[in-house]
């Protein structure tokens, strides 16, 4: 199947998402006006993303001592989606946007991201405008946001310094008040910053005609000190070249230097920078220090940055769901075009036959539906997310509540999960290209390495195994993981209704209580060191879990529509299904087992044994 037609029955048949036109924000649209969406990003990625992925891979971001340079390519491709309008697409009609719900935007720019993941900065330009949309001032919205919604500036997230990387306590930025009447500039009470961010992705380059770095910064107390912790740490809009109140260049640079280019496995065609604040290679009216404007109240900054971050997370899930496509779709092709082998009868293999294709061979076939299972579900539990935003912004009042909390508990593993397992599926396309599969003469390889970013990308697997157990399921008396395991016996009971997929709602079931045993085991002893000790295995699990009852809720809806399965993309899904739940819903067990023994072998085993 294609991904527009998975798209088509994921949004239509499955989320429902046409229903959204009967709420009043998005009273203007129909499926034409979605579908019509969704053809324009499918011809842009086609005709402006897709043919230049090597190119942007091969090509990397060059510093000529002045400015970066980027191939033309990306410039093209930056272009044409800013022209489309889909960096506001889900922004009100006001502010230049075409209040599409995020769910069609998500599932429209699936089609990028498949295309060529490391082409342009939209998803923290985007990410960057929604945060100030929600923390900033009406000023900081009209000048910033909506210039970064329009496509004219980019945007930034500066969290990492060389010293400190997830370890954001650590942030030894510093932020001072910019004169006596820093409290009463226009933009935002004004502030100069020092210090060194690392990682930046998209920092620096010439695709837009400003930059709009959101940075981490800590304001010292009355001593000079900065407060040790994250409750110290403020939020500042830093922009690379300095702007008046109408948000036009005024000419003058601020002080914020690229200190060099970093060169990564993958995602080549993204600047990833280290820059420099305030050291003074770009004075602002004649002093040192990079100019930034608060976002929020002192010592609010990281409540504010989860804002963007959360954003960011489910988007970096979504970018790894669409290389594992990418890659699935490449091996598929071969699989179906690669002649090598014949198929064993009673008295062995006759060589005299002519070759079959690989795709006639079990193991190719087990490696291909494992590729489907993983990359197909996890693009439905990216979309049920976006459909979740959609739910938060438009629902009544439960809905929204709801909303809020599944997404607080599905967070993690919606940009987990698919960083782990699309990233096997690029392996598995890999292996059945066999030995081309490592050459540059395929695409495969490329997918790999740029999906091997995505399980450090916005946090670790560790940080988010340590936010689901340690915060998320038991936030609010864990209201959050009942509303989710309600979700989940309510397509239990419909499922046990369909002969075919009875067997896998009563697993769903035992997999269920499985996790909720675990949760309370691992927290029994009330020791966080001895709950979260693992902490990875238990989110493996409680994923594999999840991807079980959106794979079993697909198959449900495919077989109400086509009760005898006999259509081809209905076979597929319960075959997916039915490889998740006879391969993959079984491996909880063994992930389970050590954290409900609160397994020490990992923590106890001594330094000096390693």
Known sequence: ??????????????????????????????????????????????????????????????????????????????????????????????????????????????????????????????????LLMVHGTEMQKEVFAKNEFSGRWAGTMCLSEPQAGSSLSDVATRAVPDGADFQDDPLGPRYRLTGNKMWISSGDHELTENIVHIVL???????????????????????????????????????????????????????????????????????????????????KGLHCMFHMMNEARISVGTAAVMLGMAGYYASLEYAKTRPQGR????????????QVRIIEHADVRRMLLAQKSYCEGSLALSLYCARLVDEQKTGTPQAIDDARLLLEVLTPIAKSWPSEWCLEANSLAIQIHGGYGYTRDFPVEQYWRD?????????????????????KVLMEDGRGMKLLAARMRETMARAAKVPALAAHAKALGEALQRVGTATQAAWSTGDPRSALTNAVPYMQAFGH?????????????????????????????????????????????????????????????????F
């Open 1 to 130: 199947m294609s991904l527009r037609s998975t798209l088509d029955f994921l949004l239509y048949d499955w989320l429902q998402a046409e229903s959204l036109n009967q709420r009043e924000r998005f009273a203007d649209h129909s499926r034409e006006t979605f579908d019509a969406v969704l053809d324009t990003c499918e011809r842009i990625a086609r005709e402006k993303y897709a043919p230049h992925n090597r190119t942007v891979d091969t090509q990397e971001p060059r510093f000529d001592g002045e400015k970066v340079i980027l191939p033309q390519a990306t410039h093209d491709a930056h272009k044409a989606f800013v022209e489309s309008g889909m960096m506001s697409a889900a922004q009100d009609y006001e502010i230049g946007g075409m209040q599409l719900p995020f769910t069609l935007q998500a599932a429209a720019n699936s089609f990028f991201a498949m295309a060529s993941v490391s082409i342009g900065s939209n998803m923290l330009t985007s990410g960057n405008a929604n």
């Open 217 to 299: 910064a800590k304001i010292p107390d009355e001593n000079g000190k900065l407060v040790p912790g994250t409750r110290g740490i403020s939020l500042f809009i830093v922009p690379k070249r300095m702007v008046d109140t109408q948000g036009r260049l005024t000419g003058e640079r601020n002080d914020v230097a690229l200190a060099g280019l970093n060169h990564k496995l993958g995602w080549r065609g993204t600047t990833n920078t280290l820059l420099n604040f305030g050291e003074g290679k770009f004075p602002v009216e004649g002093k040192a220090g990079a100019v930034g404007y608060r976002v929020g109240e002192p010592g």
């Open 343 to 354: 198929p064993a009868g009673p008295a062995g293999k006759d060589s005299a036959k002519p």
């Open 451 to 471: 999906n091997r970013l995505n399980m450090i990308h916005e946090g670790t697997h560790g940080i988010q195994a340590a936010d689901l157990l340690g915060r």
């Open 545 to 609: 879990t999840v991807l079980a009852w959106i794979w079993l809720d697909v198959a449900t809806r495919a077989l109400e529509l086509d009760g005898t399965s006999a259509a081809p993309a209905t076979a597929g899904k319960t075959g997916a299904a039915g490889y998740f739940f006879h391969y993959e819903l079984p491996k909880i067990g063994a992930w389970l087992n050590v954290v409900e023994n609160r397994d020490p072998t990992c923590t106890e085993m001594p330094e000096e044994a």
